[in-house]
């Protein structure tokens, strides 16, 4: 009898430690599982968030578009977790790649109509390759209806396919599925409490492993994407609030004086570098000044200044309009001791600002390929402030009327006159800043 019990607590024990280790081997399959949808999910958010920050990019690029494009691909392709980035048109050709070879040849693999989050189109251990319908044809749609300088480079942009390394990834997944198919044969209660334990913690890892990849990968695209859009981003990651409000702000447009004589007059090259010196003295002072470029077309740009209170957005975009002027003055100086006579005109940019209600938020444009949005500042006082703008010559900086009676106390002011400008009916007053 006694034996014959031993005999059947044996059975039983064995028993329970069999449906023990079953259940621990089906909660390490399910839990395993889990960790590789995730990654696959995590990949394609990395994915989706490269292939619409291009698109954000590409609309704010002043001119040389594929050139521009393709530094920029390569910049971000520098991250570890990326392989390339290539962007193909409708033939499968690719028009520009972060790897220079890629350019010009055919897509092998058939390219089907991905939905807006994007697909996958080949895994193995070492790298996911992923698919992305392109919208740049509709920033181009944008771009001519704003008669914004544009060369045609991505015209036919169709996909943007995203490479990414998983070695290191894949060998994680690998440990991380050894560790739990060993912890998974061990019996008991303490056996179930360290795979929990170690689950979780290989959890931890994998999440902070990709949280990383994109991190810094949003350190790559953050000199490209405006900040208002990253806020909202960052807030609402998964349907962020573009919704349009009326709200306060001041608004200011600049251009380069006889922008097309001097394209007659200066090679190509040496005028986009020029240009680029000085819009760059642009970027920081309106960004000094608490400001945000909203957009670049060519020889101009725009600016929205939001704060608390009129007076001081307003004072902030008249700052750093004196600022720019300053800083341009400078710049002249030093061109004209340094470089060649005719390498060496002097740039003149006049600016503009009002201040008043703005429609603030996303403007969306539909077709055929889905929604895509441009975040920009809207209304009679953003028309006013680029007529201002075009009033300016030899640098001069005028003012609206609402923008004056801001900033008077703080500034000097010339004026006012009376102007009549193009598409608006009203006599305008308009100031100059001293």
Not at 244 to 249: F, G, P, T, W, Y
Request: glycine letters at 6%; one cysteine or more.
């Amino acid at each position: 009898m006694p034996k014959r019990q031993l005999w059947f607590s044996m059975i039983l024990l064995g028993g329970v430690g069999g449906a023990l280790s079953c259940l621990l081997t089906l909660l390490t399959y399910t839990n395993l599982t889990y960790e590789k949808t995730l990654l696959r999910r995590q990949a394609l958010t990395e994915g989706y968030w490269v292939a619409r920050s291009l698109e954000a990019a590409y609309s704010m690029m002043t001119q040389d578009h594929a050139a521009a494009m393709r530094r920029l691909l390569q910049e971000i392709a520098a991250a570890p977790s990326l392989r390339f980035l290539a962007i193909v048109d409708q033939q499968q050709r690719v028009l520009v790649a972060s790897t220079p070879t890629m350019e010009g040849t055919v897509w092998a693999e058939p390219l089907a109509e991905p939905q807006e989050k994007g697909q996958i189109l080949r895994q193995d251990a070492a790298r996911l390759e992923l698919v992305f319908p392109a919208f740049f044809a509709k920033t181009l749609q944008a771009m001519r209806h704003h008669h914004l300088a544009h060369d045609g480079a991505l015209d036919h942009a169709h996909w943007i396919v995203v490479g990414l390394e998983l070695t290191e990834a894949y060998a994680h997944y690998r440990n991380t599925m050894t560790q739990s198919i060993l912890a998974s044969l061990s019996v008991g209660v303490l056996g179930i409490v360290a795979f929990l334990f170690l689950g979780t913690i290989q959890k931890y890892r994998l999440a902070h492993a990709s949280l990383t990849h994109l991190t810094a990968v949003k350190r790559h695209l953050a000199h490209f994407v405006p900040r208002t859009v990253q806020r909202l981003i960052e807030e609402h990651p998964e349907q962020p609030h573009f919704e349009k409000v009326e709200r306060q702000a001041t608004v200011l447009f600049l251009d380069v004086e006889q922008y097309t004589l001097l394209s007659t007059q200066v090679a190509p090259a040496h005028l986009n570098g020029l240009i680029e010196r000085y819009f760059a003295i642009c970027l920081d002072s309106i960004l000094a000044h608490d400001g945000e470029i909203n957009e670049t077309a060519g020889d101009g740009m725009m600016a929205i200044f939001t704060g608390k209170t009129p007076e001081r957005h307003a004072l902030n975009a008249v700052n750093a309009a004196s600022a720019i002027r300053q800083q341009v003055e400078r710049l002249n100086d030093e061109r004209l001791n340094d470089e060649r006579p005719s390498q060496a005109p002097a740039i003149r940019i006049n600016m503009g600002i009002n201040t008043g209600l703005v429609l603030l938020g996303a403007t969306m444009l539909q077709g055929a390929t889905g929604d895509h949005f441009t975040y920009t500042a809207s209304g009679m006082v953003t028309n006013i402030a680029a007529r201002l703008c075009d009033l300016g010559t030899q640098g001069e900086i005028h003012l609206s009327e609402t923008t004056a009676d801001l900033v008077r106390p703080h500034v000097a002011l010339i004026g006012p006159r009376s102007e009549h400008v193009k598409h608006v009916e009203a006599v305008l007053l308009v100031y100059q800043l001293a």
